[in-house]
């Protein structure tokens, strides 16, 4: 089956083509230029990148993978969470397509999608495995189960990991994706310098927060006493043994309620993190579990683990209907706010 993907729920245009498995092309558009100046994603600019680019990113997927609309048997879009106005500018994209052509339409969660991203990587992956799904706006922690359901332990309460770095790199004024810059400079630096604070979620031991990490940072930017390395070093540290805390808490908890997994996967943009993917990767040969690290271009916004994961929920309950509503809200549990495009 040849499904079409397409992605415009945050600020990356994709369109991807993926036959019963394959990644046939994966084309995605960044508007990182397009935002920066505002120190954030404006949505009413992204969907009108989006709307400028989706036609171009299209067409450039099709001829990647040398094929024609004609020979697309499903086609799948984001439909949330995400921004609203951006989402619909995919999801109309979509409909438009399925009832022009009269070819079969799914909506696609974009949660579910990023932790199919390392089921399409590792196609032998088989549930149940624990998820750590780490990125812009989204970290939660979760049990990948039979037919892909998914139960979540745990969630942040505050900023996302991915935020966090977004937003310290902002204020210490490095350019470009915020997790990338921090890495880079991180090396060489010492991840002891500075014990940055590591938070408790009273009550939920499998919950993250990240604000308090937020405010300590940026007052330890503003006091200036550590060099460039040693501070993304210790920040970075801190987030990573945030996550790896989770991780081994949740081992320990599976394993009590004699739940075992037989894998760690982790997916989201922060999963692309070298030094999270180094911990992660002890952590789980240490208790004698596979890690999965979902590779770069599966890791990051992208719609071919949209068009994986459209395949996938196409196989198990059909089509969608056309009227299906952009849920920008949607998490792995509702309610879910809905807005009809
Ligand atoms: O999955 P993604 O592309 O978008 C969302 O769905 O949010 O994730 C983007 C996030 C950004 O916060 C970015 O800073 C972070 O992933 N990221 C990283 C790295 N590469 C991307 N964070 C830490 N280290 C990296 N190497
Ligand atoms: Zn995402």
Avoid: W
């Amino acid at each position: 089956m040849l499904t079409l993907g397409i992605e415009t729920s945050c600020d990356d245009t994709g369109a991807a083509l993926v036959e019963d498995g394959e990644v046939l092309a994966n084309v995605v558009s960044s508007q990182v230029d397009v935002h920066a100046r505002f120190g954030g994603v404006v949505p009413e600019l992204a969907a009108r990148a989006h709307l400028r680019n989706l036609p171009m990113v299209l067409d450039e997927a099709l001829e990647t993978a040398g094929k024609t609309l004609d020979q697309v048997d499903l086609i799948a879009a984001t439909s949330g969470p995400g921004l609203q106005i951006a989402l619909l500018v995919g999801l109309a994209e979509a409909k438009g397509l399925a009832a022009a052509t009269g070819k079969p339409f799914v909506a696609v969660n974009h949660l579910r999608a990023h932790l199919f991203a390392a089921r399409m990587a590792f196609p032998d992956l088989e549930p149940p495995f624990l998820g750590l799904l780490v990125s812009g706006g989204h970290t939660s922690l979760v049990v990948v189960e039979e037919g892909f359901a998914i139960d979540e332990l745990g969630r942040t309460r505050d900023d996302a990991a991915g935020e966090c770095f977004d937003k310290i790199a902002r204020k210490a004024g490095f350019a470009g994706a915020g997790g990338p810059a921090i890495q880079k400079r991180a090396t060489g630096g010492s991840p002891k310098a500075y014990p940055f604070p590591r938070a408790h979620v009273k009550g939920a031991p499998l919950d993250f927060s990240f604000s308090g990490l937020k405010t300590h940072a940026a007052q330890v930017l503003e006091d200036g006493t550590l060099s460039e390395a040693d501070f993304c070093a210790s920040f970075q540290e801190a987030i990573v043994d945030a996550l790896l805390k989770r991780v081994d808490r949740g081992l320990d908890r599976l394993a009590a309620e004699g739940r075992p997994v037989t894998a760690v996967a982790a997916a989201g943009g922060v999963a692309a993190n070298a030094r999270l993917a180094e911990k992660l990767a002890g952590l789980a040969e240490a208790r004698g579990l596979r890690f999965c690290r979902t590779p770069l271009r599966l890791c990051t916004d992208n719609a071919a683990m949209i068009a994986g994961m459209g395949a996938y929920e196409f196989t198990r309950r059909g089509a969608d209907p056309l009227d299906v509503p952009a849920r920008p809200g949607l998490g792995f549990r509702p309610p879910v706010p809905e807005v009809a495009p």
